[in-house]
């Protein structure tokens, strides 16, 4: 029999797109306010591997990420899902979004997208949300899985990822 034991808290990292640059400052306020402070907000992303949201939010997507200071242990982490949630609703225009905003975490071993939909490599986690599990870590790069999305698959994401992780092992040895 194994022994419980507690596990590692987790870097929490937010992307945020929009093509609206006042709701895309007002949405980091929030998740700053809602989340926690922040260590990292990321300069623009041209959002452009996909034209999935263009007929609900439009053309000219961008994207930000914002990285949490804090650690945070993963009991209860789908309720960050269920939060960013309640932000997209506050933009809503005519019943659409102007704003995607999908939290996910950062473990030693991969990182995690956190999301309403289910799917075979996703776990059911509490509350209708689901871990997406995005991209694992193995030989100090992050592999890309046959359903990465294309954008978390593309070099730039995953080196920017590969600088948050060695913020997080940095932090998890101070602990």
Request: charged fraction near 25%; aromatic fraction near 12%; proline fraction near 4%.
């Amino acid at each position: 029999m194994g022994t419980v034991k507690p596990s590692s808290k987790v870097k929490i990292i937010v992307s945020i797109f929009t093509n609206n640059t006042d709701t895309l400052e007002k949405s980091i306020k929030i998740i700053e306010s809602d989340f926690g402070e922040l260590e990292l907000v990321t300069p623009p992303f041209i959002f452009n591997h996909t034209k999935y949201y263009e007929k609900e939010m439009g053309g000219d997507l961008f994207r930000k990420f914002v990285v949490l200071k804090e650690l945070l242990p993963r009991d209860n982490i789908a309720l960050l899902k269920l939060k960013s949630n309640q932000i997209e609703s506050y933009f809503l225009k005519e019943n659409r979004r102007t704003v995607n905003i999908d939290p996910g975490y950062l473990s030693l071993e991969n990182f995690i997208l956190l999301t309403t939909k289910n799917y075979t490599h996703r776990v059911y986690l509490e509350k209708g949300i689901y871990a997406d599990i995005t991209l694992i870590f193995h030989k100090n790069q992050f592999e890309i899985l046959p359903w990465t999305y294309p954008d978390y698959a593309s070099e730039e994401i995953r080196n920017f990822l590969i600088e948050i992780r060695k913020i997080y092992k940095n932090q998890l040895s101070e602990e």
